[in-house]
């Protein structure tokens, strides 16, 4: 496993690498981040996860700072699963001295996180372009699990002709349903078992969209009806939108995606599910 540290160790790295698929965290490593390296390993010469926890996404300094960073364990995980590289640069290799530029890709990531999060996607987006232009990989690997986030990421890779194709793979779910994600830890068993009726909400909506095709109203009304059956769930937004644009729709379009948030014990958890075949 080589850990490269700044652009220039990853630039000589690149230069021998051949085909290399790339896959950007923020550490924290679950199932869910390996099924993504699993992904790039079946496909190219080498796989490099780049593991940096970016300052220019949070809203709150007091998340930043107590968001796990535990790189040794990382590189573990990430090496078990067939990465042979980790990429984990300090903060001047990705916002040198005088950093003054960002990126934003508009109407996409105004409203849902966008709302409830303002200029988080900013950061996301000014991150994740300086990363597919640092490593200039051939492919990068993307959960649907933020959905939002990933049709971001394929607008501004379009719009902006970044490096390599951008290839999204299928949110990991515990047994229970539960969408994987590095916020999990901080649910209370409680809190836990309360925040299983997202998924349930999202399964309901999914067995009932052919029924209600014409209705994406009463279908969202549905979903957000057994939410609230579970009081330790505050919902937060309960959407149908095209998959493309993120808009809401009235009618089943291909690729429809429910799309949900809720704060459950403190913990904000996101998750969604495609309704109809694209």
């Known amino acids: 496993m080589d850990i490269l540290r700044n652009l220039a160790e990853l630039r000589t790295w690149r230069a021998a690498a051949g085909s290399v698929g790339l896959v950007p965290t923020m550490g924290a490593l679950h199932r869910g981040h390996v099924s993504l390296i699993e992904a790039a390993v079946a496909a190219h010469d080498r796989v490099i996860a780049s593991i940096f926890v970016n300052p220019t996404q949070f809203n709150d300094p007091a998340d930043l700072a107590k968001y796990p960073r535990d790189l040794d364990r990382d590189a573990d995980i990430a090496a078990a699963a067939g990465a042979v ?75 902006l002709a970044l490096p390599g194709a951008i290839i999204a793979c299928p949110t990991v779910r515990d047994d229970d349903g539960l969408a994987l994600s590095s916020r999990n830890v901080r649910l ?17 909506m999914r067995d009932q969209a052919e029924h209600s095709r014409d209705n994406m109203f009463r279908l969202v009304t549905m979903g957000a009806v057994l939410v609230k059956t579970e009081p330790a769930v505050t919902l937060d937004y309960l959407q149908v939108v095209d998959p493309d644009t993120l808009l809401p729709v009235d009618t089943l379009v291909p690729g429809a995606r429910a799309l949900i ?8 958890l996101i998750d969604n599910l495609e309704l109809a075949p694209k």
């Not at 649907?144 to 971001?152: C, N, T």
């Not at 409680?190 to 399964?203: D, F, K, P, Y």
């Not at 948030?261 to 904000?268: C, K, Q």
């Open 188 to 204: 209370l068993p409680e809190a836990r078992q309360a925040s299983l009726v997202l998924h349930r909400a999202l399964m309901a």
């Open 261 to 268: 948030a809720a704060t459950v014990g403190g913990v904000r």
């Open 85 to 159: 590289a980790i990429y984990a640069p300090d903060v001047p290799s990705i916002y040198p001295d005088g950093f003054a530029t960002k990126v934003t890709v508009a109407g996409i990531t105004e409203d849902f996180e966008g709302e409830s999060r303002p200029g988080h996607f900013d950061g996301v987006a000014t991150v994740v372009t300086i990363l597919l232009n640092q490593v200039q990989p051939d492919a990068s690997y993307f959960g649907e699990k933020d959905f939002q986030q990933l049709a971001m990421i394929r607008r501004m890779h379009r719009d």
